[in-house]
Nanobody
């Protein structure tokens, strides 16, 4: 059974930084595709970043809205993926979900990020 457990969300002031973590059990991140989505209040879930598998070797790619401020990465030893978010803005507020995909797709429980002064 695959389980993705997220952590690292919280309240941060505009301009601040947060790092989200997502640790998997029952799934090895390096052998599948993984990444992050965000769901802002009242909006649909949107793709933030995709981390290719080790075999694909393309690293992380980003939706245009997130390029430059967000960095997605993977630690194969810890079987954990991360989302480093810098220079956060109020519009970055939302629930962030990690996902992992091989033949199926699996989701984390979501972690709330609130950017507010």
């Amino acid at each position: 059974q695959v389980q993705l457990v997220e952590s690292g969300g919280g309240l941060v002031q505009p301009g601040g930084s947060l790092t989200l973590s997502c640790t998997a059990s029952g799934f090895t991140f390096q052998w599948g595709v993984s990444g992050w989505y965000r769901q802002a209040p009242g909006k649909e879930r949107e793709l933030v970043a995709t981390i290719s598998s080790h075999l694909q070797g393309r690293g992380a790619t980003y939706a245009d809205s997130f390029k430059g401020r967000f960095t997605a990465s993977r630690d194969n030893v810890k079987n954990t993926i991360y989302l480093q978010m810098n220079n956060l803005k109020p519009e970055d507020t939302g629930v962030y979900y990690c996902y992992a995909r091989d033949g199926g797709i699996y989701w984390g429980q979501g972690t709330q990020v609130t950017v507010s002064s």
